[in-house]
């Protein structure tokens, strides 16, 4: 399968626990995304990458979340000191950017947070 | 505040039905419009983008009317794996999307 893959796809962690994400991008895609969707809600814009180059957040990342891209590979999103409302399914898409051209946002299938 | 407004619905309709969706956004500079599907529990997926001259994609119509900023699907046809949630999504830039919250459509034989 060569779409976007996020791992785990569900994780359920006590209040006050922290917590890591994976997403792998779509191999030639440059740009990477960070979402989050809650019930009823479209996906809302969290961060960017443009390789391995964070290049837009979101003031829903507060100081718990930190998000990483060290080789513009593969990325990492971690919550600190997690909350109940940080309960949600958080996204990664990315896409590929060829001079002032954006292409579409391929999402991966989320990982399901559940702050107990 | 950059916002995406749809009818929440749902959108109750029979097999063969032909339904429309449309979508208001509030930045007028906005440069691309598309439309996702999004299944219960499942990620967002691109159904097609929205160009200014309108485009059609078998069953699926789209309309962009920049003048009135809002962004119209039609679905003839409509199968019962239609059934999703639409969602209307606007990229100001060339980086972020602003979605809406998503039109429910439900199809019945």
């Known amino acids: 399968d060569t779409g976007v893959s996020q791992d785990p796809r569900h994780k359920i962690t006590k209040r006050g626990q922290n917590v890591t994400f994976r997403c792998d991008p779509i191999?030639?895609?440059?740009?990477l995304y960070w979402y989050r969707q809650t019930l009823g809600q479209g996906p809302e814009f969290l961060t960017y990458?443009?390789?391995?180059?964070?290049?837009?957040k979101s003031r829903l990342l507060s100081d718990r979340f930190s998000a990483e891209r060290p080789k513009g590979s593969f990325s990492t999103l971690e919550i600190q000191r997690t909350e109940q409302g940080d309960s949600a399914m958080y996204l990664c898409?990315?896409?590929?950017?060829?001079?002032?051209?954006?292409?579409?946002?391929?999402f991966g299938p989320g990982t399901r947070l559940t702050v107990t | 505040r950059k916002e995406v407004e749809q009818d929440p619905g749902p959108f109750n309709v029979p097999e063969g039905a032909t339904v429309a969706f449309n979508c208001t956004y509030s930045?007028?500079?906005?440069?691309?419009f598309f439309w996702y599907r999004q299944d219960c529990r499942k990620e967002p997926k691109l159904l097609m983008s929205?160009?200014?001259s309108g485009n059609e994609d078998g069953r699926f119509t789209a309309q962009l009317n920049r003048a009135s900023q809002y962004i119209s699907l039609l679905i003839r046809d409509s199968k019962l794996s239609d059934s999703a949630t639409y969602l209307c999504?606007?990229?100001?830039?060339?980086?972020?999307?602003?979605f809406g919250k998503g039109t429910m459509l439900l199809v019945s034989p």
């Open positions: 898409a990315s896409s590929l950017i060829t001079g002032t051209y954006s292409y579409e946002q391929y």
């Open positions: 191999s030639e895609h440059n740009r």
């Open positions: 990458f443009q390789n391995e180059a964070q290049l837009e």
């Open positions: 930045n007028s500079a906005s440069q691309s």
């Open positions: 929205v160009y200014s």
């Open positions: 999504v606007v990229n100001e830039g060339y980086s972020t999307l602003t």
